[in-house]
């Protein structure tokens, strides 16, 4: 259960990194911290560089042997190219699942 939110805060800290040589100046331009609490929580950021995400978690089989956390979020951020680009995704007990129109689809 951590496991599936450590890794999904990397990718999208990983993948939001600054891409220009003037992100060093870029300041949080809103930032929203609600319902953090025992049964979940959710967050969303924006920065000056256009770089902004929002996340939300949700405790599944509370207090049961099974118990899990279901995540679902985005993030976007400007590419070197100019270009935006987003990526949505789940984390839950079928792992990390990340959708964006940038991303390579895994043929079946």
Do not use: C, W
């Amino acid at each position: 259960m951590k496991l599936i939110v450590a890794f999904a805060a990397l990718v999208a800290v990983a993948l939001a990194a600054p891409q220009h040589k003037d992100e060093k100046d870029a300041y949080v331009v809103r930032q929203e911290l609600d319902n953090i609490g025992v049964d979940g929580y959710q967050h969303a950021y924006e920065t000056s560089n256009g770089i902004s995400a929002s996340e939300q978690g949700q405790v599944i089989n509370a207090g049961q042997e099974n118990e899990s956390i279901a995540v679902r979020g985005q993030f976007s951020y400007v590419g070197p190219d100019g270009v935006t680009y987003t990526v949505t995704y789940v984390a839950d007990e079928n792992g990390f699942q990340p959708q964006g129109e940038h991303i390579p689809k895994a043929d079946h």
